[in-house]
């Protein structure tokens, strides 16, 4: 089944504790894209890639690290988590990106609580 | 800058019909349609590329008007299935998509 993995679905952590979100897809997408959904903020983007080792930043980028090593992994990574980071987290995907007129497959959520 | 959708919120009964629109104050070159049901991840609709075309799922159809930068999504006989919460997004650039705030729609019985 096509579909795009995340990891974990909810994790309560504590501040000032690193912690990585994994996303994996299965449907050979070049395109990848992690955004956060905060009530009456929409989705914004934090990073997106455009291919393997091709990374940029997205609207709200302060406080994440992404990387993209291999074509089916993109995990998002806090190295320092705040509170201001407790936030659902959709990782997404799609064949060519925006530009390519290419629907996005997301993930089914991580909801993330940061004490 | 985010695209801003109209209305925020909207009740129906089924079998109405409703438009959501969604403006920028910069230039389109598409825009994309999600919808995204409580608790669920958001799932595609349609894309609307210039040239003014309209596009169909469902009984949903949507067009772009990219003079007025604005796009507009129908929702004709509506049924408690379309219930949910409607992002319109627009590139900024290559592979930066922004969303807009979204709008949330209610079908009632």
């Known amino acids: 089944e096509a579909q795009v993995t995340q990891n974990p679905r909810y994790l309560i952590t504590v501040t000032g504790k690193k912690l990585t979100v994994t996303c994996s897809q299965n449907?050979?997408?070049?395109?990848m894209s992690w955004y956060r959904q905060d009530p009456g903020l929409g989705l914004r983007q934090i990073y997106y890639?455009?291919?393997?080792?091709?990374?940029d930043k997205g609207d709200v980028p302060e406080g994440y690290k992404v990387s993209r090593k291999e074509k089916r992994n993109f995990p998002l990574i806090l190295e320092s988590p705040s509170p201001n980071q407790t936030s659902l987290y959709f990782c997404?995907?799609?064949?060519?990106?925006?530009?390519?007129?290419?629907?996005?497959?997301f993930g089914d959520g991580t909801r993330l609580s940061i004490l | 800058q985010q695209p801003v959708q109209s209305p925020q919120a909207v009740i129906l009964r089924e079998g109405e019909d409703a438009v959501i629109n969604c403006s920028s104050s910069k230039a389109l070159y598409s825009v994309h349609w999600y919808r995204q049901k409580h608790g669920e991840a958001p799932v595609f609709l349609m894309i609307?590329?210039?040239?003014?075309e309209q596009k169909g799922h469902e009984k949903i159809s949507a067009s772009f008007n990219e003079k007025k930068q604005q796009s507009s999504l129908y929702l004709t006989a509506s049924q408690l299935s379309y219930s949910g919460t409607y992002f319109c997004g627009t590139e900024r650039s290559q592979g930066n998509l922004i969303f807009g705030k979204g709008t949330k729609l209610s079908v009632k019985p």
């Open positions: 997404a995907s799609s064949l060519l990106g925006p530009q390519g007129n290419q629907p996005q497959h």
């Open positions: 449907m050979n997408h070049e395109y």
């Open positions: 609307l590329l210039k040239g003014g």
């Open positions: 890639s455009m291919n393997v080792e091709v990374t």
